[in-house]
């Protein structure tokens, strides 16, 4: 399985950005997909996660600012990001999840800064 994670940036605070990851490979069936971030120097944590059955789950500080959706058809996931604030700075990492493993993407740099 790879994922493929793009759509980071650099946004003033109160902007917005749209990742996106796309899974490929062949005889997986996915658990779960979700964004994790790690700021410098800290550990990385979860920002949004999404079963295969439609259950999602937030982080505090992202709750009603970012939606997390996925494209079945195309094993996609999105984190649309919205009224972001300079504590949303960090890389961003996508996650699928299936019942034998976890998979990781490699990073997308988010920097809100204005």
């Known amino acids: 399985v790879q994922l493929q994670a793009s759509g980071g940036g650099l946004v003033q605070p109160g902007g917005f950005l749209r990742l996106s990851c796309a899974a490929s490979g062949s005889g997986f069936r996915v658990n779960e997909m979700g964004w994790y971030l790690q700021a410098p120097g800290k550990q990385r944590e979860l920002v949004a996660s999404?079963?295969?059955?439609?259950?999602?789950k937030y982080a505090d500080s992202v709750k009603g600012r970012f939606t997390i959706s996925r494209d079945n058809g195309k094993n996609t996931v999105y984190l649309q990001m919205n009224s972001l604030k300079p504590e949303d700075t960090a890389l961003y990492y996508c996650?699928?999840?299936?019942?034998?493993?976890?998979?990781w993407g490699r990073g997308t740099q988010v920097t809100v800064s204005s």
């Open positions: 999404l079963t295969s059955s439609g259950t999602t």
């Open positions: 996650k699928l999840a299936t019942r034998v493993g976890a998979y």
